[in-house]
């Protein structure tokens, strides 16, 4: 009897660890997070359209124009759209091809949502080529091979796609039929071509991302030109005008024999920023005959806009009474606490290392660096005063955001202004959320490699191919992000955002994503941390902290049990708890970002 139950429980435990090893290999396949997504995009799609079959809210004025389209009437514009026509070519082209294998007696919301859908198919494969250049080049070894470092297993790069493509505000949208997809997918592949270097391609994607959001230009012109320019200041003068006989030299100046100080965050102070700035600034117009001429895609985009905007009289298309174009710096203060609700299990140890020591703090959950401790006083205190002021002297309240009890930031705006005092009360909220999001960028510090460790697998491998040299950063050896990247993100982010007077958390998607994609934290490198990372595990008990964070980064898995909680409640509340207003009796109307 003995013996037979433990046959039972030793072939049990079999079966468990093959299955786990199953498990392991799903998560590594390239396709797992395009499946998931799919997969969770066409449930919410359905329930969406066995709910609310009926346009809701924005896709009443988005479903008329799209039928305009679809009766080829192109110069008939509805007065209360304020975005280009991007969305409905789109629906035109996706409506045609399924003409060509199927009767569409009649185009209704439907089938014009399954246009949001067809998007959910191509993120993950986008999400994950950007994301995975970004791990490439985050060392600053640059490597010829492109190999994924051995830093990031292929199980992380999947996980870190899934959950971006969850973004809550970003798969809400997959079920409805707003421009909001679309718009986010093509700043995207347009940040991909540029990746890639493919530059007329790139200009055709970017003028593509503009015809979905104005918005759009600050990211696919501003902030991909400006990584560029940045990258051409680095070099030296000689290295940045090979290949171009043409160009003048270079201006004389002292600023072009300088190398830019341009640190990695994880090192950086406050006082780097306004350096860095002040640096590229001057280094740029030294060499503004170089950038001219290494910025020329950039300013053909910027152009195409600008023609746009005098053709148009103006930014947006319709309702333009409402959508006035003002200085709403509040907006960059908002942008904090969004990102630390959304991405806190990203976040958490940078703020717990903060506060407890390092020896109150369980290992898995440790930083191991003192770097991560918030900022002196004699920093904080001046930035929190510029947010007072900010939040005294520009915090505008549109009048939709007290008007529509339909979105959550009327709830949000509601608490803010239910005592005078509680917009200051936010003051010193904004500034963690910001330090936390902007210390992001450098990672965690235990992923650096100490100075004697070697480089393990492919990199060592690779240690005596040729590679590309790495950017100069002045006498910083740290990897990660530097601080003009970080700079970049922050002036795309500030122009996208602090013109609209209206405040709504689609505005904040793209953002939300750039950044995301830059808060890479690859595993340590280190000879011993690397040896615990690729050792051999035995038992059952091995494999599981395995899974869960030795060899995987146990924040991901935070993070997508919080996405799936916050998808799971945004859209179980938008289908099923309907409500009526007084003066529109029989109508339901539906919570929603």
Known sequence: MSESILEMEDALRKDFERSMENLQRLAKSTFTPWIIIITLSAVWHQSVQKIVPRPYLDEFFHVQQAELYLQGRFFEWHPKITTPPGLYLVSLAYLGCLSLIAVIDQVNVVD?????????????????????HIVINYDGLALLDRTLPESWSLAELNHATLNICLFPPLFFFFGLYYTDVWSALLVLITLCLHQKKAMTSMVAAGIAALFFRQTNIFWVAIYLGGLQAVRTLRKPPDESNRGNSTLSTTATGRSQLCPIHDPAVV????????????????????????????????LILLGAFGYFVIWNGGVVLGDKENHVPSLHLAQMLYIWPYIMFFSFPVLYPYVLNAIFPQKYIPRPFRTGSTRHQFPRLIVALPTMAAMLIIVHFNTI?????????????????????????????????????????????????????????????????????????????????????????????????????????????????????????????????????????????????????????????????????????????????????????PQEKGKVQRFMW
């Open 397 to 581: 309240i549109h009048p939709f955001t007290l008007a529509d009890n339909r979105h959550y930031t009327f709830y949000v705006f509601r608490l803010l202004l239910r005592h005078p005092a509680n917009k200051y009360l936010a003051v010193p909220v904004y500034f963690v959320c910001a330090w936390a999001a902007i210390t992001a960028f450098g990672g965690l510090p235990n992923v650096q490699r100490s100075p004697n460790s070697k480089l393990p697998g492919k990199l060592e491998a690779s240690k005596s191919k040729e590679r590309l040299p790495p950017p100069p950063r002045g006498s910083v050896q740290d990897r990660g992000h530097s601080v003009s990247t970080v700079l970049m993100w922050l002036l795309a982010s500030s122009l996208s955002t602090v013109t609209a007077p209206l405040v709504e958390p689609r505005y904040f998607i793209v953002p939300w994503l750039i950044w995301r994609l830059h808060v890479v934290s690859p595993w340590p490198t280190g000879d011993e941390a690397y040896k615990k990372r690729k050792k051999k595990i035995r038992t059952f008990k091995a494999r599981c902290k395995a899974i869960l964070y030795e060899q995987h980064d146990h924040r991901l898995w935070l993070e997508t049990l919080w996405f799936l909680a916050v998808n799971w409640g945004t859209c179980h509340v938008f289908l099923e708890w309907g409500f009526q207003w």
């Open 112 to 132: 014009l949502r399954r246009t949001n859908a067809a998007a959910a198919v191509l993120f993950p494969c986008i999400v994950k080529r950007v994301l995975k």
């Open 267 to 298: 090192t950086a102070s406050f006082g780097d920023y306004f350096g860095t700035t002040l640096m590229l600034v001057v280094a740029a117009v030294g060499r503004y005959r170089v950038l001219i001429h290494r910025l020329k895609f950039y």
